[in-house]
């Protein structure tokens, strides 16, 4: 059993930065890949961006794209969401998330943490 804690949320004004941490803890932790999401307040949950644990390939959502770069730490067994240049569309609760296989969706998930970005 994986449990992903993240941390790192709060508020913030537009043009700010936060970084989010997500530790995992359980078991021998070799995921193929983490992730972050986000779902703001009445809308479906979206991709933020992802990581592959051992080769470090990313991929990140258009919408987040030269402001925010996701990182692992393989001693730590921490995957980072560095955010800048915040705008207020960027409120949030973020959840990190791991996969284990190479396809298909992320099966574990943290409990979120909570980014307002004020105007």
């Known amino acids: 059993q994986v449990q992903l804690v993240e941390s790192g949320g709060g508020l913030v004004q537009a043009g700010g930065s936060l970084r989010l941490s997500c530790a995992a803890s359980g078991r021998t932790f070799s995921p193929y890949a983490m992730g972050w999401f986000r779902q703001a307040p009445g809308k479906e949950r979206e991709f933020v961006a992802r990581i592959t644990w051992s080769g470090g390939n990313t991929n990140t959502a258009d919408s987040v794209k030269d402001r925010f770069t996701i990182s692992r730490d393989y001693a730590k067994n921490t995957v980072y969401l560095q955010m800048n240049s915040l705008k207020p569309e960027d409120t949030a609760v973020y959840y990190c998330?791991?996969?284990?296989?190479?396809?298909?969706?992320?099966?574990?998930w943290g409990q979120g943490t909570m980014v307002t970005v004020s105007s």
């Open positions: 998330a791991a996969r284990f296989r190479t396809a298909g969706p992320f099966e574990n």
